[in-house]
């Protein structure tokens, strides 16, 4: 068994296992595009050049990232590969400096398994107003916002700058022309 950084060859594989999953409505589907843009994020695990599982680390800031599209061929579900996959990302996170992990799910028993405890999902601004916005589910959401603090405990409080101390300047952004 290997784990690896995914290519652009594993997106077929990939997108199998996650769509598969997607059409139970246990995962959001993924599409070819999303997929090729997103590769650096991914990680598989092979065993004879088959792709048995995958799961992506994606970063929000210096110091946060989500763990998502964690799947794992059904065949080999209860075999550890799961656990497997997301300590790589861990690991990675890890290399990376991240202090917290956090993951929006519908299997938060697994993550449970792996140290992460439930949050109000208010908590996660960034995912929501980024990714979510595009989410077919995004009035209705049920997916459930797990974090994991990296440290074992959230990260200590960073001092704010003084707002006399900053350079605030407007930006105008574009004005949308409605048809009249």
Avoid at 97 to 103: I, K, P, S, V, Y
Avoid at 122 to 149: G, N, T, V
Wanted: aromatic content about 8%; overall charge positive.
């Amino acid at each position: 068994m290997k784990v690896r950084k995914a290519t652009m060859k594993d997106i077929p594989a990939m997108l199998e296992l996650i769509n598969g999953y997607a059409r139970e409505g246990i995962m959001l589907p993924r599409t070819e595009f999303e997929m090729a843009e997103n590769i650096r994020d991914f990680t598989v695990v092979e065993r004879d050049g088959r792709v048995l599982a995958c799961g992506a680390l994606h970063f929000y800031t210096p110091t946060m990232g989500e763990v998502r599209s964690i799947a794992v061929d059904p065949r080999a579900k209860g075999t550890g590969l799961g656990r497997r996959l997301a300590a790589a990302l861990e690991d990675e996170a890890r290399r990376c400096r991240l202090e917290t992990l956090f993951a929006f799910t519908y299997v938060p028993d697994f993550f449970r398994k792996l140290g992460y405890v439930e949050v109000d999902r208010s908590e996660l601004p960034l995912k929501a107003w980024k990714d979510c916005m595009r989410c077919p589910k995004f009035h209705c959401c049920d997916e459930l916002a797990m974090i994991r603090y990296l440290s074992g405990s959230p990260p200590a409080a960073k001092k704010l700058a003084d707002p006399a101390d900053l350079d605030v300047r407007t930006i105008q952004l574009p004005a949308v022309k409605r048809p009249e």
